[in-house]
């Protein structure tokens, strides 16, 4: 096991809809990074937060906001949702320093699995 | 735009037996590459990280190799067991982004048959 959770493990929701998904980091991390993994394919960047900040955003839509919080855990909250949301949503934790090091391990957490209606 | 191809879908090997997986990509420069183990409903797991300046990392039964010319990383699993039937991932960084942003390929699902 990593030491990150995901809450919840599974979802439903319908088309429209807005959801928050939650990651709590390993102890000591300072960074997360949220992907989203349809199925039978590789996990996709949505983007990572370093100390409460946005640091890095993928190729997705505003409607897929974040949150990083003092403690270092996170939300993914993505609104109107699209039939297309419907994935394995995965937070990653590690120890950064927010600057171009790169490289550094990454510890994903179970995933929430998003299905929309 | 950049693109990551794993050789195969599946891959089924039998036990004992060296299974080799590839990774190939284009239109990109990645300063590393990452391989990860994912079961299925879990998340994936971190196995091996090489940089660019190096040709060959090994840590137990694995060995990962990495052709920058070539744009091409070998994943290898010596005397493979059943255990390590799973689907594996390469995934590609670079400086100058954050460090969240690996690219993944799709994986290639790895059967170990006794």
């Known amino acids: 096991e990593t030491g990150v959770t995901q809450s919840p493990t599974h979802l439903i929701k319908t088309r429209g809809q807005q959801v928050t998904l939650r990651c709590s980091s390993q102890?000591?991390?300072?960074?997360v990074s949220w992907y989203q993994q349809a199925l039978g394919q590789g996990p996709q960047f949505i983007f990572q937060?370093?100390?409460?900040?946005?640091?890095g955003r993928g190729n997705f839509p505003p409607r897929f906001s974040g949150l990083q919080f003092p403690n270092y855990s996170s939300e993914l909250n993505v609104n109107a949702l699209e039939l297309d949301d419907s994935a394995l949503y995965l937070c990653?934790?590690?120890?950064?320093?927010?600057?171009?090091?790169?490289?550094?391990?990454?510890?994903f957490g179970p995933g929430t699995r998003l299905t929309v209606l | 735009s950049q693109k990551i191809e794993q050789n195969s879908e599946a891959l089924n090997i039998q036990e004992g037996k060296t299974a080799t997986l590839t990774c190939n990509y284009t239109?990109?420069?990645?300063?590393?590459l990452q391989w990860y183990r994912q079961d299925p409903g879990r998340g994936p797991v971190f196995l091996l990280l090489?940089?660019?300046?190096?040709k060959e990392k090994r840590k137990e039964r694995l060995k990962v190799t990495f052709d920058t010319t070539l744009k091409q990383s070998l994943f290898h699993i010596t005397a493979s067991q059943p255990a390590d039937s799973a689907t594996y991932l390469c995934?590609?960084?670079?400086?100058?982004?954050?460090?969240?942003?690996?690219?993944f390929g799709k994986g290639t699902k790895l059967s170990v048959k006794p």
């Open positions: 990653a934790s590690s120890l950064g320093t927010g600057r171009l090091v790169g490289g550094d391990t990454q510890y």
């Open positions: 102890s000591g991390h300072n960074t």
């Open positions: 937060y370093y100390r409460e900040e946005e640091n």
């Open positions: 239109n990109y420069s990645p300063a590393y």
């Open positions: 090489i940089r660019e300046n190096e």
């Open positions: 995934a590609l960084g670079r400086y100058g982004g954050s460090q969240g942003n690996l690219i």
